[in-house]
């Protein structure tokens, strides 16, 4: 009896199809997998990354355009200055020296007449003699010594006492005569010519003319005690 190609499949044929079937899970079996699912995340991880950085610069992009869209519509007026460039004539010039500093003395100058002394960029007021005058016209010294304290007499009375900060030099005729620090109220200095033979300051004036003087410094007197 011939076979009935709409009936049911003849054995053989069944057996070809489950062959066929069988080879090609066989071959599908046999591809390389995509990799392990460590690999596959870390691939999903990037590819997230690398979209968000181009969202990002994409955005920055437009931020920058838009800035520069707003500054070409300002007003030349409005628009904002650039930085002056540094150039030698913004650049502040050096302070000049101070008075205050630790430059040591070499240079004294006392004018008798208006009764100041000046050293070291400053100027004191002093009191001068006046009784018997012991200098006549300009006269140049050195000082000789510098004594934190020393007895001497500067009073008519011929009375000695202890002075302090005191600079000794000595006088046209080779006799001593010191700066020191007038501690009463009997020499006023800067008011009238009173000491004797001397050249009275205030105490905290020759304090620092003691401080900042070095032996040898010249010593220039100029003018007339009254």
Do not use: C
């Not at 009936?7 to 066929?20: C, H, I, K, N, S």
């Not at 437009?62 to 800035?67: E, H, K, L």
Request: cysteine-free; charged content about 20%.
């Amino acid at each position: 009896m011939p076979h009935d190609p709409s009936g049911p499949a003849a054995p053989e044929d069944v057996t070809g199809r489950l062959a066929d079937a069988l080879r090609e899970v066989a071959a599908q079996g046999r591809r390389p997998a995509p990799g392990s699912g460590a690999a596959v995340r870390r691939r999903a991880v990037l590819r997230r990354r690398t979209r968000r950085a181009g969202l990002v610069s994409a955005g920055l992009v437009v931020a920058g355009t838009a800035v520069l869209a707003a500054t070409a519509l300002l007003d030349p007026a409005d628009r904002p200055a650039p930085p002056p460039a540094a150039t030698a004539s913004t650049t502040a010039p050096a302070p000049p020296p101070s008075p205050d500093d630790d430059s040591p003395v070499r240079d004294i100058r006392i004018d008798l007449t208006t009764l100041e002394l000046r050293a070291g960029g400053r100027t004191f007021p002093v009191s001068a003699p006046g009784m018997n005058e012991p200098f006549r016209g300009d006269a140049v010294a050195r000082v000789t010594e510098r004594l934190r304290h020393a007895r001497f007499s500067a009073s008519p009375s011929g009375e000695t006492a202890q002075h302090d900060w005191v600079l000794a030099f000595l006088g046209p005729g080779q006799q001593p005569h010191y700066l020191y620090g007038v501690g009463s109220t009997v020499d006023v200095p800067g008011r009238r010519a009173s000491t004797l033979s001397l050249i009275g300051l205030r105490t905290a004036d020759a304090r620092w003319l003691y401080a900042h003087t070095v032996v040898g410094a010249k010593v220039t007197i100029t003018g007339a005690g009254t």
